[in-house]
Each structure stands twice: as C-alpha cells, then as structure tokens.
T-cell receptor, first 111, second 114 residues
C-alpha cells in the first residue's frame, strides 16, 4: 500500500475554500485515493474517492493530476463545523479493507 | 437506517484484565473491521471479519482476538490488558470484501487501562 504524506495542520477562516494536498509518490496502477474526515471522539467518515482527474460530490472535490503522485481535497466555503482531521488513503479498490491511516491533517476553521 | 453501533461507549479496566467490545454493522453490511486509535494518531487496522472468519490481520499480538456472528455483528476481545492498550477502538462495516475500501465507522469504544 502506498505511503501518503500530508501537512500535519492547517488553519482557515469561515467562508474560505480549503485545499489539502496529499503526496503519494509510489501509488500503484490499481490504487484509488480516498479521503476520510474525523471529528473528535467519533469514527472517521468517508468523504470522497477518486482514481484520476476530478471527482466532485455534495461535500468536496478531489483533484488528481495525470501522474497521480499527489491529490488535493478541496472543501468549498468551509464553516466552523468543518474543523476536523482529514485523512488521505491510497489503496487498491476492493483491497479487502485493510485501510492504512496516516496522522492526517488537522484543519482548524476560525470565525 | 441504523448506522454502525458499538458498545459500551466507555470502559475502564485494570492491567491484566480481559475486555470484550461489541459492534453491530450498518444494515446491509456483512464485513466488519476493527481499528485501534491511540490519542493523536490515525486508526490502526487490527483485523477484519467476513463470513464469520478472520480474513485479514494487522500487526497486533494474539491477545487481540475476535468473532463474527451469523447476524454479522462482531466482538473484539483483548486479554491480559496493558497500559498501552488504552485507546479508542473503532468498528467499521462494509458491503462485502469488494466494497471494503469504503467503510462506515461507528463512534468507537473508549478503553482506559489503569
């Protein structure tokens, strides 16, 4: 499973767009990129998953360049409730579930 | 539609004791995975159950064992508790092994070992 590198922490203000970049230089051909969000004392929550180019859902967008060695999670117009830890995971889709979490990025949204 | 539920919410044990944590998967899910999350760290995979069998295991000692029941619910057992076992224990469910890259997590059980 490819190792990921993310910033440990980020600060933002309400209403701003937040972009969190994850590096995964040794991503394999069959690997997908998945992002999870975790609030204090809660389990992680699936946000978005992609393989290449751009994926968008009601919560976020995921941008993946052609070489797939990095990816960027974009959160539009964040609010205080978006304060959480965000994890980037890389692994083969249907890899039977052994999710490998790093330390994640702690996003602090300020008023 | 109930999500993943775990019990108990909190638990305090002493060193050397044994503990059992319980998990009910999200409706329609048949695969359960367990994770340990120490304070300030990301979750670490313990093992996964599917069709009542352990399918994958992370780097955890044999003191950690589990079980899955015919209704897909699962238990995590930890024997001979150590102080270092204090953590948030998370259960996650998914729809079959093929869907296990998208897992739904429960709120966790906070275990404190004194």
């Amino acid at each position: 499973l490819a190792k990921t590198t993310q910033p440990i922490s980020m600060d933002s203000y309400e209403g701003q767009e937040v972009n969190i970049t994850c590096s995964h230089n040794n991503i394999a051909t069959n690997d997908y990129i998945t992002w999870y969000q975790q609030f204090p004392s809660q389990g992680p929550r699936f946000i978005i998953q992609g393989y290449k180019t751009k994926v968008t859902n009601e919560v976020a967008s995921l941008f993946i360049p052609a070489d797939r060695k990095s990816s960027t999670l974009s959160l539009p117009r964040v609010s205080l409730s978006d304060t959480a830890v965000y994890y980037c995971l890389v692994g083969e889709s249907g890899n039977t579930g052994k999710l490998i979490f790093g330390q994640g990025t702690t996003l602090q949204v300020k008023p | 539609d109930a999500g993943v539920t775990q019990s108990p919410t909190h638990l305090i044990k002493t060193r050397g004791q044994q503990v059992t944590l319980r998990c009910s998967p999200k409706s329609g899910h048949d695969t359960v995975s367990w994770y340990q999350q120490a304070l300030g760290q990301g979750p670490q995979f313990i093992f996964q159950y599917y069709e009542e069998e352990e399918r994958q295991r992370g780097n955890f000692p044999d003191r950690f064992s589990g079980h899955q029941f015919p209704n897909y619910s699962s238990e995590l057992n930890v024997n001979a508790l150590l102080l270092g076992d204090s953590a948030l224990y998370l259960c996650a469910s998914s729809e079959g092994l093929a869907g296990a890259d998208t897992q739904y997590f429960g709120p966790g059980t906070r275990l404190t070992v004194l």
